[in-house]
């Protein structure tokens, strides 16, 4: 089964997570060998933590869990985009669904998205 | 001016272009600071070209220039989606709209996406 080329960046590549059906992009996170085998073999968007360096399957401690409907790649096979069925709405540990819920104007960032939960761990 | 956190992942941060009236995502590439602050000044998305490692205007070359409509952050400020009006309608070096035109289905990868030009330089 063919794979991205891990090795080109270190063994981690930038995985996007878009949600399938609005479009929305709700986070970017790392993908080592082990996140892609079990992302495609769960179903579950799977990551590497490059913060705690282990396995993350996305929402499996706060229910934030990313249901995979579709796995693309990119061009030079070193970025993945995931389209996803988030559970609950939320893909961001701050309570955001999506991560990007900050936009650069002029000289500031400003919040352009309702808090939906309480922080979780993520 | 707040600026991601370019520190933490070794002075490169992944970007994501996605087209600011369909919601595709086009590509992924990274910034350093040089390339964020080209990006907010010129309103033109510049990214780090990792291969030539050289500041990288998209589509100086090849004319497929990415005219920046917004600019987000996430939560842990280490990633930046670009909202984008894509030149031409083509991101992708190998002339697809998008760098992500193959899916994994099963045990392989299939094209999903017309090639609308001929590759170019990127």
Request: net charge negative; charged share 25%.
């Amino acid at each position: 089964m063919p794979e991205p080329d891990f090795d080109k960046r270190g063994g981690l590549l930038p995985a996007i997570a878009q949600d399938a059906e609005s479009g929305q992009v709700l986070m970017v996170a790392y993908m080592n060998r082990e996140a892609w085998r079990h992302t495609l073999e769960s179903g579950l968007a799977t990551y590497w933590s490059t913060s705690r360096n282990e396995l993350w399957v996305k929402g499996r401690t706060s229910g934030q869990v990313q249901h995979v409907r579709e796995v693309l790649v990119d061009c030079d096979e070193d970025a993945v985009l995931l389209k996803v069925e988030q559970e609950r709405g939320v893909a961001c540990h701050l309570g955001y669904a999506s991560c990007f819920f900050r936009r650069v104007d002029q000289d500031a960032w400003h919040v352009i998205a309702p808090r939906l939960e309480p922080p979780s761990s993520g």
